[in-house]
């Protein structure tokens, strides 16, 4: 598939989304380095945190050690009733950052790649007999940081190119809050030149290693392997290794397509097999498992008020499917046909016993019933498997 001729793309990338949430939403935490914590994991950092050693997926009782340092903080992601992770205030701005991209006239489409990044498809005006330039799009690439700023308060990086791959490492050059711009053959050179070949797509884990040992650390050392020896010295499958020739040049073809909504809507939990504190900010809250106040439990079988517990679970994830299909609903003017509930135990020795069961999904009209009155201790069918 080849682009449009006279199209530039563009790629843009909220910095650090959910720490921007985050410090929109409680203003304490605004200008200060900040790293973002979901449970046992840190999911989220700042460019002034990460310069101080902060990273993804570190312990985060070492992140706040670093960031309390230099006067930054580590803020948990939001959570609902019953300490349940919820990236609604997150759609919710994703949803309106992508509504305002497709505000501007020159942007014919807009693909959204994740939660706070998009690729757009920018073309010259209807009238116009001329490409759309590479100034024209930086203009544009401005206006539409300058807007994301004002009116969202978000910090917004662009890579400006023709082809997906370009936009995409432009982007990632230009971090933080910065925009990139190539277009001649020298500047896609020095761009591939300066960029890690594991930042190309597909590129990471036993690719990104297998390049490393062959002595391969950017984009550009990849040219010196044609696609044969890709193939043979270094052992990749035949896809990858034409793959990976074309993009060590600059070569991408894809293109920059709606996607659509998604296709399955989903809510999911795991459960502790030990006790966990929660995150300070969470108080003496109950977990939506039940248990002690305060305390992420198990929920082992079994046990007097196992029912009892997993019946609040299965509701408070419910409300959150609900609430889900209900914003699909207006966004995308449909909904589901199918429900499907998957349930997995643990036990001691690891070994893993669930199944899965699937039903019609509750008409339109469920929303609009009122809360029924239920049993001390209606039935609720555990799902097993062999």
Request: glycine share 6%; aromatic share 4%; with cysteine.
């Amino acid at each position: 598939m080849v682009l449009p001729t006279g199209s530039v793309v563009l790629h843009a990338d909220i910095d650090a989304f959910f720490a921007q949430v985050e410090a929109n939403r409680n203003p304490h935490l605004k200008g200060k380095p900040l790293a973002i914590q979901q449970h046992q994991d840190i999911i989220a950092v700042t460019h002034d945190a990460r310069a101080a050693g902060v990273k993804k997926h570190m312990a985060p009782k070492e992140a706040r050690a670093i960031v309390q340092r230099i006067g930054g903080n580590v803020a948990h992601v939001h959570l609902e009733p019953g300490a349940r992770v919820s990236y609604g205030p997150y759609r919710d701005v994703s949803r309106t950052f992508m509504a305002l991209l497709r505000r501007f006239p020159s942007v014919a489409v807009v693909e959204k790649a994740s939660i706070d990044e998009a690729y757009l498809l920018c073309m010259p005006d209807p009238g116009s007999c001329a490409p759309l330039s590479m100034e024209q799009a930086v203009r544009l690439a401005n206006s539409i940081k300058q807007t994301a700023d004002k009116e969202l308060q978000l910090t917004v990086s662009i890579g400006c190119a023709r082809n997906k791959l370009l936009a995409k490492l432009s982007s990632q050059a230009a971090k933080p809050n910065g925009l990139h711009a190539i277009d001649t053959p020298q500047e896609v050179q020095r761009l591939l030149a300066a960029t890690q070949a594991k930042r190309l797509p597909r590129c990471g884990g036993k690719v990104a290693d297998t390049l490393s040992a062959a002595g391969v650390h950017s984009i550009a050392d990849v040219q010196a392997w044609s696609e044969a020896q890709l193939r043979e010295d270094l052992g990749f499958q035949p896809d990858i290794a034409a793959q990976l020739w074309a993009w060590c040049r600059g070569q991408c073809e894809e293109e920059v397509a709606e996607r659509g909504p998604p296709k399955t809507l989903s809510v999911q939990i795991s459960l502790t097999p030990v006790p966990l504190a929660m995150h300070p900010s969470q108080g003496a809250q109950v977990s939506a498992a039940g248990g002690k106040a305060g305390m992420f439990e198990p929920l082992p079988l079994g046990q007097p008020d196992f029912r009892m517990r997993l019946r609040s679970l299965l509701q408070a994830m419910g409300n959150d499917l609900l609430n889900r299909v209900n914003i699909d609903s207006e966004d995308a003017h449909r909904w589901p046909r199918t429900m499907t509930l998957s349930m997995r135990a643990y036990s001691a020795s690891k070994q893993s016993k669930g199944g899965t069961r699937s039903s019609a999904f509750p008409s339109p009209s469920l929303q609009s019933q009122p809360a029924r009155q239920q049993d001390a201790d209606p039935p609720i069918p555990f799902i097993t498997g062999d």
